[in-house]
């Protein structure tokens, strides 16, 4: 049974950070690539940021040089480090595997 779960959300200040984990279970997580993705209410889902099984990591412009992705395969868990957070980042964030996706984790930026 594969299970996502993220956690880690929650409101905080413009110009604050937060961390975010995803616990994967179910796969063998270190032959994966992973992905964060992000959704506000009337949106798509846009994607954030990915990290491949050998830690090479990619961001969405909105995101470069403020989150961090990065993975511990040893506890089978992915996480996104958001420092200099704006309001425009409220949304839920998820991370996901093939079809499967987590149930998300709010993250609200307001003062």
């Known amino acids: 049974q594969v299970q996502l779960v993220e956690s880690g959300g929650g409101l905080v200040q413009p110009g604050g950070s937060l961390r975010l984990s995803c616990v994967v279970s179910g796969i063998f997580f270190n032959i994966y690539g992973m992905p964060w993705y992000r959704q506000t209410p009337g949106k798509q889902r846009e994607w954030v940021a990915g990290?491949?099984?050998?830690?090479?990591?990619s961001y969405a412009d909105s995101v470069k040089g403020r989150f961090t992705i990065s993975r511990d395969n040893a506890k089978n868990t992915m996480y996104l480090q958001m420092n200099s957070l704006k309001p425009e980042d409220t949304a839920v964030y998820y991370c996901?595997?093939?079809?499967?996706w987590g149930q998300g984790t709010q993250v609200t930026v307001s003062s």
């Open positions: 990290i491949s099984s050998d830690g090479t990591t």
């Open positions: 996901k595997w093939r079809d499967f």
